[in-house]
């Protein structure tokens, strides 16, 4: 069964940090592209970053870039995304699905998978 699940998500104040995992199964991430994606309570889903392994790509949002870093295991079973000084804007549910991941934008399709979601709160 094909399946992502993350992890890692929590309360922490501003200028904290997060760790997130997005744990695939089912698969590996070798011929997969994976973004990470968050969506605010009454805003649109904003994609975050992505990487693809197979060709080296990585993509940063501006609204992250120079604080998030994402990364795959060698294993290529799990991406994470590293969040550093994190601000209340950064509140979100973060999702990770299967995507298509350029150096100028993540991209789904009606076929990826996604996972559950994990809840990020930054708040003093």
């Known amino acids: 069964q094909v399946q992502l699940v993350e992890s890692g998500g929590g309360l922490v104040q501003p200028g904290g940090s997060l760790r997130l995992s997005c744990a695939a199964s089912?698969?590996?991430?070798?011929?997969?592209?994976i973004g990470w994606f968050r969506q605010a309570p009454g805003k649109e889903r904003e994609g975050v970053s992505c990487?693809?392994?197979?060709?080296?790509?990585?993509y940063y949002a501006d609204s992250v870039k120079g604080r998030f870093t994402i990364s795959g295991d060698n294993g290529k079973t799990t991406v994470y995304l590293q969040m550093n000084r994190l601000q209340p804007k950064d509140t979100a549910v973060y999702y990770c699905?299967?995507?298509?991941?350029?150096?100028?934008?993540?991209?789904?399709?009606?076929?990826?998978?996604w996972g559950q979601g994990t809840q990020v709160t930054v708040s003093s």
């Open positions: 699905a299967t995507a298509s991941c350029l150096p100028v934008g993540v991209a789904t399709e009606k076929y990826d998978y």
């Open positions: 990487i693809s392994s197979s060709d080296g790509i990585t």
């Open positions: 089912g698969f590996t991430l070798d011929y997969y592209a």
